[in-house]
Nanobody, 111 residues
């Protein structure tokens, strides 16, 4: 079973950027879909972006044009590059694949 560890969260001003990383405990080469989700206080967990092996990435409408998901199979890592951050992007961000969740990393965007 794969284990996932997220990193890269933090406090940033609106308009700034962060890059999240999700390191897997084993090769992700054969894993079809890996994704990023987020959960804001008092809200349900929601999909942010998914990366499908050999396919196009999928993004929530709220992050299209600002966030980019990518995967580095050599490093067993999936990234989420977040630009033009907004206060409404504040949430705990989780990596997900094969029924497994990471522990999450907090992203806080200040105005």
């Amino acid at each position: 079973q794969v284990q996932l560890v997220e990193s890269g969260g933090g406090l940033v001003q609106a308009g700034g950027s962060l890059r999240l990383s999700c390191a897997a405990s084993r090769s992700i080469f054969s894993i079809n879909v890996m994704g990023w989700y987020r959960q804001a206080p008092g809200k349900q967990r929601e999909l942010v972006a998914t990366s499908a092996r050999g396919g196009s990435p999928n993004y929530a409408d709220s992050v299209k044009g600002r966030f980019t998901i990518s995967r580095d199979n050599a490093k067993n890592t999936v990234y989420l590059q977040m630009n033009s951050l907004k206060t409404e992007d504040t949430a705990v961000y989780y990596c997900y694949t094969l029924g497994v969740w990471g522990q999450g990393t907090q992203v806080t965007v200040s105005s």
